[in-house]
């Protein structure tokens, strides 16, 4: 290569670096100029903010000691309160009294807010799975899958908090419209994900089912969903995990559960009694979480680093791995 030759390499190289660096710099100055003039626009005051922090404390502060008074029928009626109410708790013969009572109590409320994420799950995954499966252009040609793709779509541009809204005729806010309202979510993002699944199958068992003169159904079963079943089953897990937290979100506006336990502490100035449901809240998104982590690991072991609990735990003490000096962090 020519001496010019490579001058004229290294002035390209120059410019483009240039070029690089003069867009980067245009990049953040749009995105501060962006984030001055949107807190502008909503009114953000930062000194509002800082004149209201003690305020704030003051208001947390009256959240502790949590108050678990409610946690079942037995303390309720015994007048138990605090965290000694929890072991009160732990006995069957109240558990069951508990259940079977109308009484609104922690452990009803979290037993709602469970059965609301699982059963929105359990009636939106077949929708789901036809929805998905259809709006694979390996199933359905272009553009015809763009039906179901953009059903799909439109119903997930809209939250489930106003699905349950759209319900009304149905009737008011209530444990049914909110089942309705996330199965209606749930056929909106876990039909995308299926699609999104099946899009990426290896064509090779597809062809060698087609080969043996089977029908489009069996090909579609046998060739297709055979290799994505696992993929399936796991994200229909991670849809319930955010179902739970959205049962708890749509129990706010009236569907019931922890939601509606500590919107009523909140008007009722209980705060002891909304902290003692927001401490719930946790164990609930928590112990569902760390269920459908363990399982997933098991369907796919290859995207997942299976731990114990007391791994988890010793992986938050670990100070290497938070500074990121440790191998595995």
Do not use: C
Request: hydrophobic share 50%.
């Amino acid at each position: 290569m020519s001496d010019d030759a490579v001058s004229a390499q290294l002035n390209n190289l120059r410019r483009t670096r240039v070029i690089r660096q003069v867009a980067a710099v245009l990049l953040i100055l749009g995105i501060v100029a962006t984030t001055v003039f949107g807190l502008g626009f909503i009114g953000f005051d930062l000194g509002e903010i800082r004149a209201g922090i003690p305020g704030f404390v003051d208001f947390i502060g009256a959240f502790f000691p949590p108050n678990f008074g409610a946690m079942t029928v037995y303390t309720k009626n015994q007048g138990i309160t605090g965290l000694q109410a929890i072991p009160a708790s732990l006995v069957p013969s109240r558990l069951a009294e508990t259940l079977a009572s109308p009484r609104l109590t922690l452990v009803k409320a979290s037993i709602v807010t469970l059965l609301l994420g699982f059963l929105g799950t359990v009636l939106g995954f077949l929708p789901a799975l036809v929805f998905g499966v259809l709006g694979s252009e390996q199933v359905t040609p272009f553009p015809f899958n763009f039906i179901f793709r953009g059903t799909m779509s439109a119903i997930r541009a809209i939250p489930a908090i106003v699905w349950i809204f759209l319900f009304i005729p149905f009737g008011p806010p209530s444990q049914a419209t909110a089942v309705l309202a996330i199965a209606t979510d749930t056929i909106g993002n876990l039909g995308r994900l299926f699609t999104d699944e099946l899009e990426e199958v290896d064509e090779g068992p597809i062809e060698a089912i087609r080969s043996t003169g089977a029908s489009r159904t069996q090909t579609v079963g046998f060739g297709m969903l055979s290799q994505v079943s696992r993929s399936f089953i796991a994200w229909t897990l991670y849809i319930l995990e955010i179902n739970t937290r959205i049962a708890i979100s749509l129990g706010v506006v009236g569907a019931g559960g922890l939601g509606l336990y500590i919107r009523n502490q909140q008007d009722l100035l209980q705060f002891q009694n909304t902290a003692a449901g927001i401490v719930m809240v946790f164990i609930v998104v928590l112990s569902i979480e760390l269920l459908s982590s363990r399982i997933r690991a098991r369907l796919r072991p290859s995207e997942h680093e299976s731990k114990g609990f007391v791994e988890g735990l010793k992986d938050l003490l670990n100070a290497d791995k938070w500074v990121g000096r440790s191998k595995d962090a």
